[in-house]
């Protein structure tokens, strides 16, 4: 090769043309409208044009979370939030149940011991959700009533598994159990269907950079009448997090501290935009997406990593690496070749699995794109595959009468 030709092969590998591919379980894709809401002119946050836009997110918040209580919203990641829940809740000491579904609950699990609370770890594969019944015993054996909080994990995004939130409700009223539930909503809030109100969720945590379609930067309760009166008895030390300050200027739309002004401008756009698609049929759409995307996964040979089909998540699917191939490498070389970003695995799945993230603003071409390109590596990488199956198998979802008849039926069972 001469070196003039090196260079342009090497140009020709380097420069990107078209959009590139973020398949990853958030961030998720940012939508145009969403984008050119963020890049307006930043105003004053205490004035009432700003407070005007505020109460608008906030009250689309509120419709997402489905719920009629309170909504606070942190500049923060989903992780200060976490914090959040735990430190308006709790007191030093006190004993909150939780869920080992995977590496973000043990992250929760890791955050609540440093912050001084007793936690009981209900062991788990990181192949399953919660299992209600597991917790139903815990809560039976408590007769003193020492747990505070039963803390769960809607869907486990380092596995792909949704955990039945309705379940562990039931559980806990049959036991008549006076825990609150606190719940981390963090990969499903806008893609997967959920109800605080209705699942009687006291706390539930999540973020702006997954189905709500944003950058990463604002963190997000929805709070029970309940919640707000274990925080008047709460003696957990807190400050930026706490709940009065957020709440005391809520109808007037102002915030104790800056808020994330344009982020805010940009969660306003995006409520509108799910409100405008209604949520059932945003649930009907991340649900034909989670099993196109489990139709090619099987029709590929490969395993998917949750092990319950009722528990399957519908913003991402995890994927066991046929032995022998390393996940990691596997991703790095979808993206030099592809410009098409998977998600890792994570704590004790690294190097184990990938994810494909299909929540957010995605539509069918999208998803077929980025499964088509995990295709060719794959068929590129040795991993042996029947070339165009996984992407046929995903194109049932949606293709011919038959299929339009299926994709309503699964839109209707969401
Ligand atoms: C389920 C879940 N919980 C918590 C977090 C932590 O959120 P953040 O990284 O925004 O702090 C994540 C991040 O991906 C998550 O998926």
């Known amino acids: 090769m001469t070196l003039m030709t090196r260079e342009y092969y090497t140009l020709w590998m380097t420069i990107r043309r078209g959009r590139h591919f973020l398949q990853i379980p958030g961030p998720t894709n940012v939508p145009d409208r969403v984008l050119r809401a963020l890049a307006q002119p930043t105003i004053d946050h205490r004035g009432q044009e ?41 007191s030093p000491g006190d004993k909150v149940l939780m869920v080992e579904t995977g590496h973000f609950a043990t992250l929760w699990r890791n955050m609540a011991t ?7 770890f209900v062991p788990g594969d990181w192949r399953h959700g919660v299992d209600a019944g597991a917790v139903a015993q815990r809560l039976a054996d408590d007769h003193g009533g020492a747990i505070k909080a039963v803390a769960i994990v809607h869907n486990e995004t380092s596995t792909g598994v949704a955990s039945r939130v309705a379940d562990v409700r039931r559980a806990m009223d049959e036991r ?10 963090i990969s499903s809030l806008g893609s997967i269907d959920y109800r605080h109100d209705e699942w009687g969720v006291d706390v539930t ?62 969660l306003k756009e995006a409520v509108r935009m799910l409100a ?6 945003v649930f009907a759409r991340h649900r034909r997406f989670g099993e196109a995307t489990r139709r090619a996964v099987r029709a590929w040979g490969l395993e998917i990593l949750c092990g319950n089909p009722d528990e399957y998540s519908d913003s991402l699917t995890a994927i066991v690496m046929p032995d022998g191939h390393d996940a990691d490498t596997f991703r790095r070389k979808v993206l030099e070749r592809f410009d098409l970003s998977l998600g890792t695995g994570l704590g004790r799945l690294a190097g184990k699995v ?29 991993i042996e595959i029947v070339p165009g199956s996984g992407v ?21 069972a969401a």
């Open 50 to 90: 700003f407070a005007r836009i505020a109460r608008e997110a906030i009250d689309g918040v509120k419709l997402v979370f489905q719920t009629e209580g309170d909504a606070v919203i942190y500049p923060s990641s989903g992780t200060g939030a976490w914090e959040a829940a735990l430190v308006n809740t709790l």
């Open 205 to 266: 945590v999540s973020c702006s950079q997954k189905g709500l379609m944003l950058p990463p930067g604002l963190g997000l309760h929805a709070i029970s009448a309940k919640a707000r009166r274990a925080a008047k008895a709460s003696r957990m030390p807190r400050a930026y997090w706490d709940w009065d300050a957020m709440l005391a200027d809520k109808a007037a739309g102002f915030f104790p501290y800056t808020p994330s002004t344009n982020l805010i401008y940009g």
């Open 276 to 281: 405008e698609e209604t949520l059932p049929k």
């Open 392 to 412: 046929a198998a995903a194109q049932t979802v949606w293709r011919g009468r038959k299929a339009l008849a299926e994709a309503e039926a699964i839109s209707l």
């Open 354 to 382: 990938f994810r494909i993230g299909h929540l957010g603003d995605l539509n069918e071409l999208m998803l077929l794109g980025a499964l088509g390109g995990v295709e060719m590596a794959m068929l590129d990488n040795g």
């Open 176 to 185: 008549r159990h006076g825990a609150l539930l606190i719940v981390d909503a």
């Open 114 to 120: 440093r912050l001084g609370l007793s936690v009981d």
